[in-house]
Structures are given as C-alpha cells and as structure tokens.
C-alpha cells in the first residue's frame, strides 16, 4: 500500500509499504542487473551505503543463472543475501535493446540469447511466471519500449498491444500469487506508461491504465535519445493522468539533475547505470559537479572525492590513491568510486525526502543545481 505523507506542488513524499518492508519515497534503487551491482559491491555494501531498494532484470536472470534455479535457492533475496525490497523489470526493455535479435508478435517476443544463441520465448504470461520464480516484490508488466523515434503509427500499435499485454499480465500475476509454492504471495505489479514524445498517445494511455488498479504506475520509453526539454514536457503532461495515491517510477532515468527536475513533477522512484558504470570508469559525483579521477590534477591531491562525504571511499582514501588504484587497474579502486556514487545518490534522495518534509524541496532544489553548475567543466552529468 502507498501512503501519500505530503506534498509541495506535483511533487510527492510518500512510503510504500510492502512485504519486504517500507520503501521511503522519492527513492533511488540501485541497479544490479544479474542480482549484483557491478564493481565488486555485495548486499552488505548496500546495507552500509542507505540502500532501500535493488533492481535485477527478469530476462538476465532467465538466461542465467535460469529463474527455476533461484527458485530452487529461495527466492532472489534468499540467493543475493539480501532482506529488502527488490524491483524486478518484465524484460520488456530488451524487445528495445536486443532489437537485431528478436520478432514482436502478439503472443510476445522471441529472442536470440546474447549469451549462446539460443531461442528464447517471453510474452506476459511468461514475464509474469519468471518474475514470479524470482519472487521479487515489485514485478513490472511485460512491455514493448519502442525506439527513438517511431512513427505516430508505430507507437500507437505498440502502445495498444502493451496494454493487452497488461491486461494479460494482471491476469497471470493473480494466478500466481494464488498458488501454494509461490514463494512471495503478496509480489505488487506495476504498469508501464508508453508512447515516446507522442504527448497525446501518452495521456490516452495514462488514462486506460490508471483505470486498471495496478500497484504502481511507471513511464517507460524515456532516456533512449529524446532530449532532457522533451523528457520533462512529456513528464508535465503525463502525470497528472497517474493516480496520485499510487507510486510512480520514471524507468531508467538518470542523472542527479534529471532526478531533481523529475520529484518536481512528482515521480517517486528511480533507477539508473550511471553511477556504478560512471564509478567503474574513474568518474565520481559530487555537489559540485562531476570528477574524473584519471585526470593528472589528482595524482598528489590528498583530499577525499568529496569533504564531509561519509561514504567508505572518503571516510578513508584520497582522491590521489584512488587514482592510483584505478591507473594500476587494481579492483578497489573501481570498488571504491562505485561505492561513492551509489552514497551519492542515495544520499541525495535522503535529502529530497527531508527538504519535501521540511516543506522547502523548491529551495533545496535551486541550490543543488547551482552547486551542479558551479563548475560547467565538471557538473554536465554526462553519460
């Protein structure tokens, strides 16, 4: 259940409880596609750096180590150690992703593994029963996330079959959490928003969806080659269509300035690669910009990435031995700049949620982006 605790404008503080335990929100969750974050971070790390939420993909872990095993080992938060919530996606992202290896059709898509080859089959139904193996505690509805750009033509098809394919997948979650060996009954199932920088094909189909009485509503199709103006005026237009008392989950996006813009149109969760695959590349946040470690301006810099930081890097290490580490490619220093960035954001949603308690999310929101913009060099938050 999602319970709605303020709000200042569109934008929203709220808590969603579930069986795995309260997710506070606006939140950030941290991307860990095969049931682990790259860069060497374990479940405990997350524990440590304020993590609520993990996200792992339901076509990766099909593909291996194969859903049934991690059945067979209790589930994924019994198979990765880790007591919280998860987020599964439907796999619905790779129909866009893998898109010279597989055929959509109205029973689903067909994929060619980029593993071994093999043929694989997932339409809802198949989505649904994975996710359900899998036992996360939010499962996302099989989707198609059509490229940038279609034609008006294309994505209205695309969009009405997702909504079929909806219907399908409420329809088969309800099966599932019926049965006995389900591991988790209670497993939550939200929608996904599409029809790419079409804003009226977007509002239509915010409307149908929002009459399906799902568990969550998400907008996915966004932050695949749209600019930030057009992801915004597609946000402002689309919400207001979501219900207000349900959370909301702007998929795959992005960075700290696109988080901020988005809680002001009133999006409650979050995920992106940026900082583990930022970190993994000597790049680090910080609030005043973003770092890249491998510069030669940090070889004798015996300061942490960022004073007052209290995340395991800066708690401990200079900006000068971190980059050693990472020009010797030894491990830890991946690891390290990994961990800070995780901090990063999720210390930064801490700090959204306490200035929307405090009523001064707009104030807090200006002085964040100016600190972004203090220096240009640094703070373009680029991929």
Known sequence: MYELLKQEGRAKRGVLHTVHGDIQTPVFMNVGTIAAIKGAVSSEDLERIGTQVELSNTYHLHVRPGD???????????????????????????????????????????????????????????????????????????????????????????????????????????????????????????????????TDIRIAHAKQIAQMELDGYALGGLAVGESHSQMYEILEETIPYLPVDKPTYLMGVGTPANILEAVERGMDFFDCVYPSRNGRHGHVYTNKGKLNLFNARYELDDTPIEEGCQCPACRRHTKGYIRHLLKAKEMLGMRLCVLHNLYFYNHMMEEIRDALDQGNFSAYKKQKLAGFEENKINSRYAQ
């Open 68 to 198: 049934q095993i991690v059945k067979k080992m209790g589930g994924l938060h019994r198979f990765m150690a880790w007591d919280k919530p998860i987020l599964t996606d439907s796999g619905g992202f790779q129909v866009f992703s893998l898109a010279g290896l597989r055929k959509i059709k109205e029973e689903g898509v067909t994929f060619q593994s980029h593993i071994d080859g093999h043929r694989i089959f997932m339409g809802p139904e198949e989505s649904m029963q994975i996710q359900s193996n899998l036992a996360s505690t939010i499962a996302m509805a099989f989707d198609e996330c059509p490229p940038f750009p279609s034609t008006r033509e294309y994505m209205q098809a695309s969009v009405d079959r997702t909504t079929r394919w909806l219907v399908r997948c409420k329809k088969e979650m309800a099966r599932l959490n019926d049965l006995p060996d389900t591991i988790n009954r209670n497993q939550l199932l939200f929608a996904i928003n599409q029809g790419g920088t079409y």
